[in-house]
């Protein structure tokens, strides 16, 4: 099957997840055990199950899977109208980031039926039956589906995210035609969401080393911004065999964006870049 | 507060797709080929300390397993041949989108069973 943007939701049913224990390399305290099974609605007719993780910093227990029943003829259409509505009717503690709800803010970024994707955009039609809902994979958890973005935030500022310039600062501001503009199409829109970084089994692997998608498509954006001085440092600071060459064109990234980017091609034209100016 | 916070899980559950299972196939069949190349240099050492020792590995060559594992060194070959080309295109930044990923993944999965099944068949047919 061949996939034409990121939104289209894969429809193989066969190889759910890759054929690894379920435990495989993970510690003893994110070992995920058997959670409660949250009683169906009464009298509702058409009725979804919903599996979802869930940590409770406060228990000192183990992550466990709860089971809900959501009743889809009381709740909107997105998944996070069901977390909306299991936090209301159901289980008040539920813990999820959100915000915009339209797939801007990228605070509901999060692992649905195996995959990274934004909850606000994501139709309940689209999960499978039950319904796997998991926090952004690989990451610390803070509560259930409160995932812990300190490291990839801390990844985001070593690339120093603003403008580098040595040219003293002009009268007004610094201008840019429209085809220069262009260039940061397809960059600028990154909503740091970070659902490529979490899906990208090099940052699984060294992510305490590799920089990861997201912050490497955000070096991307200022690197070919026409108003930016800074390229040399900060090529420098990618030329590394971690930072940047961890990335081996796995293409989980582009796969997942919820925006549509692609970090991987971005990551490409950084190790070009890397390339000509040596020559 | 003590408990250390729990990490979610990655690869146990994580869906598997084209691109990452293409690329781990591109390792383990990296690491088939530097294998099979160890199996090369046997039959090429055999071969240079005479004919008993020749047809020794020759005949293991020649049994079901040792076909066995020539065909599966065949395909290892030629899918890391088809995906190395695709890793290629991709270092000139050309084939990024989506689209053009999945179906470059999908050509080189049907350029490795045909060119695995086109040695196979000719290398029957000419009898070796």
Known sequence: ?279 | MTHIRPRSPNIQSYRPQLTSVLSIANRITGVVLSLGGVGLVVWLVAAALGPEPFSVVQGFFASWPGQIVLFGFTFAFFLHLCGGIRHLVWDTVHGFELASIYASGWAVVAASIVLTAATWIASIFMGA
């Open chain 1, 1 to 279: 099957m061949i996939i034409h943007s990121s939104d289209q939701v894969s429809r193989a049913r066969f190889l759910k997840r890759f054929p690894v224990p379920k435990n495989f390399g993970v510690p003893a305290e994110s070992r995920i055990v058997q959670g409660r099974t949250w009683p169906a609605p009464e009298g509702a007719r058409r009725v979804k199950v919903f599996k979802i993780y869930r940590y409770d910093p406060e228990r000192g227990t183990n992550p466990r899977i709860d089971t809900f029943h959501v009743d889809l003829d009381d709740c909107g259409p997105m998944v996070l109208d069901a977390l909306i509505w299991i936090k209301n009717k159901v289980d008040s503690t539920l813990t999820f980031r959100r915000s915009c709800r339209e797939g801007v803010c990228g605070s509901c970024a999060m692992n649905m039926d195996g995959t990274n994707w934004l909850a606000c955009t994501r139709f309940i039609s689209d999960l499978d039956a039950p319904a796997v809902i998991y926090p952004l994979a690989n990451m610390r958890i803070i509560k259930d589906l409160v995932p812990d973005l300190t490291h990839v935030f801390a990844q985001y500022e070593m690339i120093e995210p603003w403008l580098h310039v040595k040219t003293p600062d002009p009268e007004k501001e610094r201008l840019q035609s429209a085809e220069e503009r262009k260039q940061l199409d397809g960059y600028y829109e990154c909503i740091l969401c970070f659902c490529c970084t979490s899906g990208c089994p090099s940052h699984w692997w060294n992510g305490n080393r590799f920089l990861g998608p997201a912050t490497l498509l955000q070096a991307w954006r200022w690197l070919t911004d026409s108003r930016d001085e800074g390229s040399e440092e900060r090529l420098d600071r990618l030329e590394d065999p971690f930072r940047l060459y961890r990335c081996h064109t796995i293409l989980n990234c582009t796969r997942t964006c919820p925006k549509g980017l692609n970090p991987g091609k971005a990551i490409a034209e950084e190790k070009k870049a890397i390339l000509e100016r040596r020559s």
